[in-house]
């Protein structure tokens, strides 16, 4: 006899990784709000063989920080859990976030990126011909395929800085793809901004600042983070681009970043939608806001 789903609470893994930083708070809050909710939560590393995924009404990939040199495995592993049970987001969005070549399929279909070259991996570059035709005075490099800014420098255009620009190109890709984007100095006196949306809708804003004289906003290196409020135009905007991408609906979650060019104007630096800090930290509306859609999605789906 099948089990009446109805009669019991929702069964809900969360898929994170084996070493998960001890700073790691963020996700606090919607643990308590799921448990709140008398969800039945589980915690469990994504490539733990002994889990069997079946037996959960859902899985929501959150801390999975560590596929970034085992995307081919991550991938196929989110395949094989959603032929098992319901997973946010969903294994095609998986395949699709997890390199940076998305990007370019938001800009054809409109976003505007900082001014981007493109490096297929076993490709021969001359970094300083391509800032000389850009007419670039700073470079940032960084990988198709990474997190936390994996492998990411900035450099100027000048010769010290090209030479090791061109070293590092000549290091890495030979193995993997690689983007050389101009500069945006402004991440480095106002940060990068976060829209964070839930089921589509706008949730919360926040501003992600980091060290003196550094460009890297992830907790890893010191940056903090405080709340924004987004101009409507720029919400529009967000969940226009996030609309369509869940086979014709939006995602769960999706995390829009942005910077300032240096025109003052907003640019699309990443949009996350695997696994990206949501920033609920002291902020228990939203992880409500994110328990609430879920469990709507696992009753519409019959699964709680």
Excluded at 105 to 112: P, R, S, V
């Amino acid at each position: 006899m099948h089990e009446d789903r109805r009669s019991r609470a929702a069964r809900v893994v969360i898929a994170s990784c084996r070493a998960l930083p001890g700073w790691e708070v963020d996700d606090r809050a919607l643990y308590a709000a799921l448990e709140g909710r008398g969800v039945a939560l589980t915690i469990a590393a994504w490539d733990d063989e002994a889990i069997d995924w079946a037996r959960f009404d859902g899985c929501l990939i959150r801390t999975t920080w560590d596929y970034s040199g085992r995307r081919e495995e991550f991938c196929r592993w989110a395949a094989a859990v959603e032929a098992q049970t319901r997973l946010f987001n969903s294994a095609g969005l998986v395949r699709w976030n997890t390199h940076k070549r998305y990007l370019r399929d938001l800009e054809a279909a409109g976003a505007t990126l900082a001014p981007t070259r493109w490096l297929a991996r076993a490709d021969v570059v001359d970094v300083a011909a391509v800032m000389a035709a850009e007419g670039w005075p700073q470079g940032l490099i960084k990988p198709l395929v990474g997190a936390s800014s994996r492998e990411t420098i900035r450099f100027d255009a000048d010769a010290a800085g090209l030479r090791a620009a061109q070293a590092h190109v000549d290091r890495l890709l030979p193995g993997e793809d690689l983007a050389i984007q101009r500069y945006l100095p402004s991440v480095e006196r106002e940060g990068e901004f976060s829209i964070i949306l839930i089921d589509g809708g706008f949730s919360h804003g926040v501003r992600k600042i980091p060290v003196a004289g550094d460009f890297r906003v992830q907790d890893d290196f010191g940056a903090r983070d405080e709340p924004w409020s987004p101009p409507a135009a720029l919400i529009a905007e967000a969940s226009a681009m996030v609309a369509t991408l869940e086979g014709g609906g939006p995602p769960l979650y999706a995390r829009v970043d942005l910077l300032r060019d240096d025109a003052g104007r907003f640019v699309l630096n990443e949009l996350e939608v695997v696994e990206p800090s949501l920033f609920f930290r002291g902020r228990a509306a939203p992880a409500e806001r994110l328990v609430d859609a879920l469990l709507r999605r696992l009753a519409a789906a019959g699964a709680a």
